[in-house]
């Protein structure tokens, strides 16, 4: 046996090798639980509806994922957590193995890849912008020297920002703690427009207090996946995640629930995104790939 294997397998029997550098199966098999993360209003992709009952797209990946670690451990009766992230928190709670898996609306990029792991991409998406029907704005162009929200930890808000300095467009951001509370920064005015991926944008208009009087509008300034995130130097998970997914995608399971929560009247509201795959999405299908963005 090799000296670091003697190592690990020293540290593991003292307890200090810490649990966030545990492969994960053995994790969850050990303490017969998996906690999984859910997003609070990343509508259709896992929001909530009533005061604590997740729902969604991202939600049924993740039960499914469930389903095959159950089969995997042998552990019928396995204990499922579910804990609330943000988008500013959802990458250190899971690197610190607060969380085992987060299947929301998480793009997968070259950067974030340096501390976490992404499986096969499950949606395309690029950054848009949700304004009143009032104001006047239909491109970027429109928000010179204007206030401008997007929410804490985004790759959006990344984006707005680059945006505006190449363009020279002066453009005031604010962030809000989650899509609603950004959101909310233009409905009450103390934002002409909220920036963020177009699908988000059209699922919190849906919901939202007042749909008749919002717009998406704007060029898609650039077309990122969405993918479940994982700790990274964990190939068995990986392995198994993926193949949970690529099993849905290939059995057409992934193109019923794509039909349920993008093409059909979804809670709480029943309206209808009328959002169809993305050629994108459709080639990925086909390609099962988990290449990130730049």
Not at 221 to 235: G, N
Request: with cysteine; hydrophobic share 40%; net charge positive.
């Amino acid at each position: 046996m090799k000296t670091s294997l003697v190592m690990t397998a020293a540290l593991l029997a003292t307890g200090l090798l810490t649990t966030a550098h545990a492969q994960t199966l053995q994790k969850v098999a050990d303490a017969n639980k998996i906690t999984v993360s859910y997003r609070e209003a990343s509508v259709p992709f896992s929001y909530l509806i009533g005061s604590n009952k997740s729902v969604g797209f991202s939600v049924e990946l993740t039960d499914a994922i469930v389903d095959d670690v159950r089969k995997k451990l042998n552990k019928p009766n396995l204990q499922v957590a579910t804990m609330p992230v943000t988008s500013q928190n959802r990458i250190p709670l899971l690197v610190n193995g607060t969380y085992d898996i987060e299947c929301g609306s998480t793009t997968n990029n070259s950067t974030r890849a340096k501390d976490v792991t992404f499986a096969t991409n499950h949606f395309y998406t690029g950054t848009r912008l949700l304004t009143k029907k009032t104001s006047g704005v239909k491109n970027y162009a429109d928000l010179t020297g204007k206030t401008v929200s997007s929410t804490t930890g985004t790759t959006n808000a990344q984006v707005i920002r680059k945006y505006s300095a190449d363009k020279n467009l002066n453009l005031q951001l604010v962030l809000g703690k989650d899509h609603d509370d950004s959101l909310l920064l233009v409905e009450n005015d103390r934002a002409l427009a909220f920036a963020m991926d177009d699908i988000l944008l059209f699922g919190l208009k849906a919901n939202s207090k007042n749909p008749d009087a919002l717009e998406v509008v704007g060029d898609s300034l650039q077309v990122e996946p969405y993918a479940c995130m994982l700790r990274k130097d964990d190939p068995e998970f990986k392995k198994l995640v993926d193949g949970t997914l690529n099993r849905l995608i290939k059995s057409g399971e992934f193109a019923r629930l794509y039909t349920k929560w993008f093409m059909s009247p979804i809670p709480p509201k029943g309206v209808n995104l009328n959002l169809p795959m993305s050629e994108q999405l459709k080639a990925n299908l086909k390609e099962l790939s988990d290449k990130p963005a730049l």
